[in-house]
């Protein structure tokens, strides 16, 4: 291999002459030829000359063997010199690239025969602006620059001296497009398809922003995820993984996923590659670059890069080489071109707007959703056409107990659909049915052929699992569903917390005490399993469990709160309503200073159901309108409607459930669910205990499901059952009564925090004695009085539940 410098005349030295700057570019560093300088992030390295050289002949053939007899002629080409000259350079150049024993990222020795540079270099030639990026790897990508010329055919070896000298005309050829302005990107190899397997995974590094314009920050990572996301092919590491991962290396959760850190991320993750991109500013032009290495080896898998010549133009350049990606790791060209929507109409072609909702992606992953929200607004207030940042919104204040504002949100999300990628159009159509309009059997067709065009997303999965099949009943599949997004992403706290909550709501506690030990063991935390583990707790009888997650809780927004109100219902379960109410009060003063009324108003129409429940008519009133003072959002009306019927206020429920039947006339709860059991309890006031009976039945299909305020409020779940019975009561049907009474009791699980799982007992002691089973009534009524041993001794049901009680045979 000839490997000597070209001597002054020859056809290279011309060309560095006359023609364009030639550099190289490897990893953080740039080496520059004509000044023989070494810079590490722009900043000049100390070298010696001869070391310098050794590193530019390494460079410049970097990949292919140089022995060492080619290396010492190169280097001291009039001088006779020991090995241990070159030995001593490779020593100190290693060092100066932080290269180590056990990591030899940049020269490996080749045992016998000499040294080969091992990581990717770029030659780059600039004249002017225009700019010839040539890379040693396998890919290549032609963007033209705006004064198109024809291409012509350059070397195969990029700028190196022995190609130039052996090709002279090409020399010509290439001064030739870079006058005519054309940028080419080259390869040394044909294109070379990546093979991934079923459950592999992609690992996406952060953007390398060498321009100094901090709009790149976060920006570009965040565009180029939505890009990739599109494929139902490929799976990126989820952010839960990555911040699992970085937390086991001793990283801050929001740490930079730079190349190095990337790379031990991907290598902890076995993950198949890693991907890392730039951006770089040359002239007026921009450069991204992305490249795909195995994580493992550190071998260069694929290498993409586009120019853009204005700023405006670098998020479609960075759609273009997505979609080159796609195509390399293995993806057919039908579904790259079916799911391709650019990354300007996927989200915004404002990158202030996109760095925006970058942050508060990040800020929503990492940290708290409250904390993201700012950011999600501003996006809006740039470009108010952005359809995901709404979306992120509703699904943000959605799941903090705002139902008005997720509800507003997502409806313009859904309005502005167009913008959007199909991949994020599934999400915002799912949504903003199972949200905005209610109608869950969409959401369900929706989830379940999103699920099959992306077959290894768990988002579909959780969606089905948490609050669409349950709304059916369906509570095996449920469970299927969240066992299934557990699979897909193992780190998804919600795939954790949908899956307890279908246990629980299948009467499996156990099963859901295993799923909370499966999401500690790997150290997964979220308000939802606190509160799970709170109710598995309870379901146990264990205090100090309860105790132990009510002192975790102290202080954390988004979990307090509902450990106070659920901490409420535990005292109301055993009747301590004076206690109930003080705890009930914390929640909702504490929801109330976090500037959250939509979960105050939740927590206030829980006490107006409990008052109702135990026959406090006046205070339920109070408690229920106190709680539409703070909000109306439906799960608000509809709670406070079936109080207010309840406690014998039948005027304004009926204004209320005029109301809800109006505005939402899709809802699967409110068609299936909160008009029924209102209507039936509006009936029992007007003394028509059968027509309650009729108005029930459009409930029967989904009576055993839970409604969005069980799954947002924790009320409402088995209510129609809980009405047919008081219906069957006052028809004097005490068989019938008590086949519905012990429904409730069967499902102990899924009506955990709310007062009709202690009063459907006392329920089911009526029943029997009005069918003249006498030892049952007894014993039913005995367990209630058990139970409320120590209770309030004010409580109206109570004193009619003790009089009965010794009023019995």
């Known amino acids: 291999m000839d490997v000597t410098e070209p001597r002054e005349g020859s056809l290279l030295s011309t060309a560095m002459t006359n023609g364009p ?17 070494l810079l590490r992030e722009n900043q000049p390295v100390a070298i010696t000359p001869k070391v310098f050289e050794t590193l530019l002949i390494l460079v410049r053939h970097s990949r292919d063997v140089v022995t060492k007899d080619d290396l010492i002629k190169g280097v001291w080409p009039d001088s006779f010199v020991e090995e241990s000259n070159l030995s001593q350079n490779i020593f100190v150049l290693r060092k100066t690239l932080g290269d180590t024993p056990e990591d030899r990222r940049y020269i490996a020795t080749i045992p016998g025969r000499g040294y080969r540079f091992v990581a990717e270099v770029r030659t780059v030639a600039q004249n002017g602006d225009d700019v010839l990026i040539s890379s040693s790897f396998r890919s290549q990508m ?12 350059v070397p195969a070896d990029g700028l190196s001296p022995k190609a130039i000298r052996r090709s002279g005309w090409e020399v010509a050829a290439v001064m030739a497009v870079l006058v005519g302005g054309t940028i080419l990107f080259l390869s040394r190899h044909r294109q070379k398809q990546i093979s991934l397997g079923e459950t592999d995974s992609v690992l996406l590094a952060d953007f390398t922003n060498k321009t100094g314009d901090p709009v790149f920050d976060g920006t570009l990572q965040q565009g180029l995820e939505i890009q990739l996301k599109q494929s139902p092919f490929l799976s990126l590491v989820s952010e839960e993984r990555i911040r699992r991962t970085l937390s086991m290396m001793g990283q801050p959760a929001d740490a930079r996923l730079t190349r190095e850190i990337a790379r031990e991320v991907c290598e902890r993750t076995a993950s198949a590659a890693v991907l890392d991109g730039s951006i770089a500013k040359l002239g007026s032009q921009y450069v991204l670059g992305l490249r795909a290495k195995n994580c493992r080896t550190g071998e260069v898998l694929a290498d993409e890069q586009a120019q853009a010549a204005r700023k405006e133009d670098v998020l479609n350049a960075l759609s273009e080489i997505a979609s080159k990606f796609r195509a390399r790791f293995g993806e057919s060209l039908t579904t790259v071109e079916k799911y391709d929507t650019p990354l300007a109409e996927a989200t915004t072609p404002s990158l202030e707007a996109l760095k925006d909702y970058s942050m508060g992606v990040k800020v929503g992953t990492t940290g708290s959703e409250e904390a993201a929200e700012p950011f999600f607004k501003d996006a809006i207030g740039i470009d108010p056409k952005f359809a995901m940042a709404y979306a992120f919104l509703g699904l943000y204040y959605g799941s903090s107990g705002e139902s008005a504002l997720g509800t507003e949100n997502i409806s313009k999300a859904w309005q502005l659909r167009d913008r959007a990628s199909d991949y994020e159009k599934f999400f915002i159509t799912a949504y903003y049915d199972g949200r905005a309009t209610g109608n869950q059997e969409k959401a369900q067709v929706t989830c379940e052929t999103w699920a099959q065009a992306y077959p290894r997303d768990p988002i579909p999965h959780a969606m089905l699992a948490g609050f669409i099949y349950p709304a059916f009943g369906k509570y095996e599949e449920a469970a299927e569903a969240g066992e299934k997004a557990i699979q897909l992403n193992p780190d998804f706290a919600f795939g954790y917390v949908n899956l307890g909550h279908a246990y629980l709501n299948l009467g499996r506690p156990a099963e859901a005490e295993k799923v909370l030990r499966r999401a500690s063991d790997r150290k997964i935390e979220a308000p939802y399993l606190s509160l799970l583990r709170y109710d598995v707790a309870f379901l146990k009888d264990d205090k100090a ?3 132990r997650e009510a002192a975790l809780s102290k202080g954390k927004s988004g979990t307090q709160d509902w450990i106070f109100d659920h901490a409420a219902f535990v005292m109301a379960y055993a009747g301590h309503l004076q206690e109930a109410r003080r705890m009930s009060q914390r929640a909702v003063d504490f929801a109330q200073e976090a500037g959250h009324r939509e979960k105050a ?13 135990f026959g406090n008519a006046p205070a339920a009133k109070r408690s229920a309108m106190e709680a539409l003072a703070l909000a109306q959002d439906r799960e608000v009306q509809f709670g406070a409607a079936f109080a207010l019927a309840l406690s014998g206020d039948s005027s304004q429920a009926q204004a209320l459930a005029n109301d809800l039947e109006k505005n939402f006339p899709e809802d699967t709860a409110v068609r299936f669910n909160y008009m029924p059991s209102v209507r039936a309890l509006l009936a029992l006031n007007h003394g028509e ?21 069980a799954v947002n409020g924790y009320f409402g779940a088995f209510y129609p059952i809980y009405v047919r019975g008081l219906a069957y009561l006052a028809l004097h049907q005490g068989t019938q009564a008590t086949g519905e009474f012990q429904k409730i009791l069967d499902h102990r699980g899924a009506v955990i925090v709310d007062p009709i799982s202690a009063l459907a007992q006392l329920q089911l002691g009526r029943a029997y004695a009005l069918s003249g089973n006498e030892t049952k009534a007894k014993s039913a009524y005995k367990d209630f009085v058990i139970l409320w041993k120590d209770a309030d001794s004010d409580i109206p049901i109570l004193k009619q539940a003790k009089a009965e009680y010794a009023n019995l045979p």
């Open 689 to 709: 205990p059968a027509i309650a009976t009729e108005l029930l039945q459009t409930a029967v299909p989904n009576e055993l499901g839970q409604p969005r305020s």
């Open 142 to 153: 032609v963007v033209e620059h705006p004064v198109a010329v024809p291409t012509l055919p």
């Open 21 to 37: 700057k030639v550099f190289y570019e490897f990893g953080p560093f740039q080496v520059d030829p004509a000044k023989q300088v």
């Open 545 to 547: 469990g309860m105790e």
């Open 601 to 613: 108003a939740v927590f206030e129409t829980r006490v107006a159901l409990r008052e109702a429940f």
